[in-house]
């Protein structure tokens, strides 16, 4: 995933000047309400994708929490934060850390912010800052079902207990850092629930999704702003 749209350069950048936010952002992009099933031939695979497109159509904005796991090899423990992801199709998307450092990234149609702790916040236009343009349109053409781009990245297998799936990495530049990524869906609103991110070097990251609140009316300041009203 990394790749389709960051060399190695540019994920450096990007890790720089977002700390804590990169890894979070860059597979969000995976799960983001729709996954499709590029190369299989799986019937039951296809159906359950298809299933979960239909839920997706259904969901013009929601909110929901949450809970960040890096479980690196070096730690006894892993490193936790937890926060509040808050979209609007189909331009708006607030991903928001609140523990235990605040953070938050916001993408508001061609303009977007980054913010950190108690420091001013970074403005960026998508047209002068070919990094976040290159993040921004790549998340958007997949919400909007643009998925062309990914069907020569991974396998992807419909797990056993039918509510989720497994992708693995088939380009070599993918798969020499990440193993296998796994998503679980909600079985009755096919919502993701937990995304697991398995690295080549033993290290895998967890990102679990709840108390999800689908079409609801959200305010406008969550995407021009960094702290809330």
Not at 21 to 47: C, H, K, N, W, Y
Not at 54 to 76: A, P
Not at 95 to 113: A, D, H, T
Not at 199 to 204: K, L, T, W
């Amino acid at each position: 995933m990394i790749y389709l749209f960051l060399n190695e350069s540019r994920l450096v950048h990007v890790a720089r000047t977002v700390p804590g936010l990169t890894v979070t952002i860059v597979f969000l992009l995976l799960i983001l309400l729709q996954v499709p099933a590029l190369g299989s031939e799986s019937q039951d695979l296809d159906r359950f994708l298809e299933k979960v497109e239909r839920k997706s159509s259904e969901i013009q904005s929601f909110t929901c929490n949450f809970r960040q796991e890096r479980h690196l090899s070096i730690f006894t423990r892993p490193v936790i934060f937890e926060g509040e992801l808050f979209l609007v199709r189909p331009s708006q998307l607030r991903w928001e850390f609140l523990r235990p450092v605040p953070s938050v990234m916001i993408f508001n149609g061609s303009k977007g912010m980054r913010c950190s702790g108690k420091s001013e916040p970074q403005q960026f236009d998508l047209a002068t800052n070919p990094v976040m343009k290159m993040v921004s349109s790549q998340l958007w053409n997949w919400m909007d079902g643009s998925y062309g781009k990914m069907q020569d990245a991974y396998r992807i297998e419909l797990a056993a207990a039918g509510t989720g799936i497994r992708l693995q990495p088939i380009d070599e530049r993918l798969a020499r850092a990440i193993a296998e990524i796994r998503i679980d869906f909600e079985p009755v609103t096919l919502q993701p629930e937990k995304v697991e991110i398995f690295e080549q070097g033993g290290d895998r990251t967890v990102i679990s999704f709840s108390s999800y609140l689908p079409n609801i009316s959200l305010d406008e300041s969550l995407f021009t702003r960094c702290l809330r009203q």
